[in-house]
């Protein structure tokens, strides 16, 4: 299966910083790559598909980008409702695997 | 609308068995690829199982041999069969819909297998 890492596993920010997370793909995976949010008690939410077209309804504040091998995920401003996990997950090939996860958490 | 629900997670001891089944309205889990995601306690997301279009199956290793993921398209259901549980199984089991752009866009809210003797 293809291995997926996170960069950083946690990160401490104040609201209007600019956040970024890297997630890296064992094998290239071209720019099959999702990210997710997750906030607990709640099922991920997907906002960034094919590692850099955003979800229809996510703020535009969230971006993607990268391929092959190296991604990143941007919060350009981030707002209160942003704190949360962010995961990437690689659909290139099944079983589809996640990174371990980047919790964002307030300074 | 499109909506997943889960149901069927519970208490069971290890060496058991347990079946999942997800529900799913408003598309056809016969024309799209659907999967499996659990979560351990405090722990990050594994997709453990993931059944194409065309009814071919995947397993993570973790569970291969062990779980079986199916569809039954007359009742629009999704299923995943688990049996020689163990402890580590012990997670929340969202069923989840992969959309044509790759990422997995609707999930079901959950459900809870606790492995435990």
């Known amino acids: 299966d293809i291995q997926m890492t996170q960069s950083p596993s946690s990160l401490s920010a104040s609201v209007g910083d600019r956040v970024t997370i890297t997630c890296r793909a064992s094998q290239t995976i071209s720019s099959y790559l999702t990210w997710y949010q997750q906030t607990p008690g709640k099922a991920p939410k997907l906002l960034i598909y094919?590692?850099?077209y955003l979800q229809s309804g996510v703020p535009s504040r969230f971006s993607g980008s990268g391929s092959g091998t190296h991604f990143t995920l941007t919060i350009s401003s981030l707002q209160t409702e942003d704190f949360a996990t962010y995961y990437c997950?690689?659909?290139?090939?099944?079983?589809?695997?996640f990174g371990p996860g980047t919790k964002v958490d307030i300074k | 609308e499109v909506q997943l629900v889960e149901s069927g997670g519970g208490l069971v001891q290890p060496g058991g068995s347990l079946r999942l089944s997800c529900a799913a309205s408003g598309f056809s889990v016969r024309s799209n690829y659907m999967a499996w995601v659990r979560q351990a306690p405090g722990q990050g997301l594994e997709c453990v199982s993931v059944?194409?279009?065309?009814?071919?199956?995947y397993y993570a290793d973790s569970v291969k041999g062990r779980f079986s993921i199916s569809k039954d398209n007359s009742q629009n259901t999704l299923n995943l069969q688990m049996s020689s549980l163990r402890l580590d199984d012990t997670a929340v089991y969202y069923c989840a819909r992969r959309w044509y752009t790759g990422g997995f866009d609707y999930w079901g809210q959950g459900t809870l297998v606790t492995v435990s003797s």
């Open positions: 059944i194409d279009s065309g009814g071919t199956t």
């Open positions: 094919a590692a850099s």
């Open positions: 997950q690689q659909t290139y090939t099944a079983p589809y695997t």
